[in-house]
């Protein structure tokens, strides 16, 4: 058994469910400790948050990641127990093996051989590593990035090992993620029989034509590398449930997953502008949950192609497609933030695998990536 696949199993074995690590993170300072990096656990709230550093110089390569694990659902639904890493027909079953303890195994091996090779490489590695990222992300990431920001520790590259990779291990990197924001949009009415309109003034009527206009506007026309942003409708709900009462309100949730090409306070105005064109009598609360980031293609996104090419012959492609990642908020202190992992069909779900032939090479490429950047 390679070390990369050892590591993985073990750190399968330990229950992380979110906001629990589970041990995985003391398992990890395990292995670095011992090549010269400084491990600091830095906990807040639940969450246990490590950050490890080998060396002083520039620049700061830093490998971010999770080692925290969504519920397993039902467990009778497993063909095995997901916290009992299971082999069959090539691939390793377990919660965690895809999303994300693949990925951290296989950094942690990667370093370990690259340090071996290049004991005085140039710059310095670090990782930061968070039990928070599936939960509420308010304890995690975050907190260490402020940390970090306020003792002036200058990221320069970072590598998150979310699993972006589609068909097969290599075929997708991420350099970028969409912004998420979403409203709760109560429309104003007032309630009455509704043998009576004229006594009464229905919100849902009212609501429709300016739902229409958002659920038309062309927001903005995305950039090279996003599509356009998206607003879209999740919940609707009005009425009390008897036939013949025209209610009160009409309550719409709705989110905005929005590209590098609007902003916050633009997306925003918009609506509000709508909302008020149409004259409706309303309150709306917004909730922020990412800003988008963007790494054009550089350093590091060609360090991390070549390293794909090399080791296992693709030519990857560059996406800001999917939902949110902790990248978002180490963007906030590192100009180059790019997204690599294995496959991410079985993520999140039950039975969730890797196929043993993806492990050594996510290794390889996150060794030789170590290479192209720090030698």
Not at 114 to 134: K, Y
Not at 175 to 194: A, E, P, V, W, Y
Not at 253 to 263: H, I, P, Q, V, Y
Request: charged share 20%; proline share 5%.
């Amino acid at each position: 058994m390679s070390k990369t696949l050892a590591l993985t199993e073990e750190l399968i074995a330990l229950h992380s469910v979110t906001p629990a690590d589970g041990g995985c993170q003391s398992k990890m300072a395990e292995r670095l400790s011992p090549l010269g990096f400084d491990c600091e656990t830095i906990a807040s709230g639940e969450v246990t948050n490590l950050w490890a550093r080998r060396g002083k110089a520039q620049p700061l390569l830093v490998f971010a990641g999770h080692t925290d694990v969504v519920p397993t659902g039902p467990l009778e639904r497993w063909s095995s127990d997901p916290f009992v890493p299971t082999h069959r027909d090539g691939k390793l079953y377990g919660r965690g093996a895809a999303d994300m303890k693949t990925s951290l195994a296989a950094m942690v091996v990667a370093v370990e051989e690259f340090v071996a090779a290049h004991p005085n490489h140039n710059g310095s590695i670090g990782f930061l590593i968070t039990s928070d990222e599936e939960g509420p992300a308010i304890d995690g990431t975050v907190v260490v990035c402020n940390k970090l920001k306020s003792r002036g520790e200058q990221l320069d590259y970072c590598i998150v090992g979310e699993p972006t990779s589609v068909k097969q291990i290599g075929d997708m990197i991420k350099n970028g993620r969409r912004g998420t924001m979403s409203g709760k949009l109560i429309i104003k009415g007032i309630q009455g029989h509704i043998a009576y309109p004229q006594l009464a003034k229905n919100p849902i009527h009212l609501a429709m034509p300016a739902l229409a206009e958002l659920a038309a506007t062309e927001w903005d026309r995305g950039n090279e590398y996003y599509l356009p942003t998206s607003w879209q409708m999740s919940n609707i709900h009005a009425g009390t449930g008897a036939s013949n009462v025209i209610p009160g309100e009409c309550v719409v949730d709705f989110n905005f997953r929005f590209s590098t090409a609007s902003t916050v306070e633009g997306l925003q105005k918009s609506v509000h502008a709508v909302l008020d064109k149409h004259g409706l009598d309303y309150d709306l609360k917004w909730t922020v949950g990412g800003l988008p980031f963007l790494t054009p293609r550089g350093e590091l996104s060609n360090a991390l192609s070549s390293a794909i090419k090399e080791e296992i012959g693709l030519d990857t492609e560059m996406s800001t497609t999917g939902g949110t990642s902790d990248g978002r908020f180490i963007a906030q202190i590192c100009p180059q933030v790019i997204e690599f992992g294995p496959t991410n069909a079985s993520i999140h779900k039950i039975d969730e695998h890797i196929a043993v032939e993806e492990i050594e090479p996510l290794k390889n490429v996150y060794r030789r990536t170590l290479e192209n950047i720090l030698l």
